[in-house]
């Protein structure tokens, strides 16, 4: 069973910058596809980033194109969301999610959260 744990988020001011981690075990990192999503109070949950296997593939969500990076490290296997230029709108509950096939099984296993604030 797969495991993931979220790592970085807080409160911060308009303009301001985050990383956010997220660390994982018990699946072969390097071939999942990871990807952040977030949900705001009263929102559905969306997505925001993904990044595959690879690593050479990466693509986001209007609202955060230039403004946030995901990027892996396969040998820590870890995920990191990068989040400059931060807006209130921004605020939210960010998840880590991982996707991919095992043993001929799907999976997809998600992170508890960490929280994002963004406010003057």
């Known amino acids: 069973q797969g495991q993931l744990v979220e790592s970085g988020g807080g409160l911060v001011q308009p303009g301001e910058s985050l990383r956010l981690s997220c660390a994982t075990s018990?699946?072969?990192?390097?071939?999942?596809?990871m990807n952040w999503f977030r949900q705001a109070p009263g929102k559905e949950r969306e997505l925001v980033a993904v990044?595959?296997?690879?690593?050479?593939?990466?693509n986001y969500a209007e609202s955060v194109k230039g403004r946030f990076t995901i990027s892996r490290d396969n040998a820590k296997n870890t995920v990191y969301l990068q989040m400059d230029s931060l807006k209130p709108e921004d605020t939210a509950i960010y998840y880590c999610?991982?996707?991919?096939?095992?043993?001929?099984?799907?999976?997809?296993?998600w992170g508890q959260g960490t929280q994002v604030t963004v406010s003057s």
């Open positions: 990044i595959l296997s690879a690593g050479a593939i990466s």
């Open positions: 999610n991982a996707r991919g096939i095992t043993r001929g099984r799907n999976y997809n296993y």
């Open positions: 018990g699946f072969t990192f390097s071939s999942a596809s």
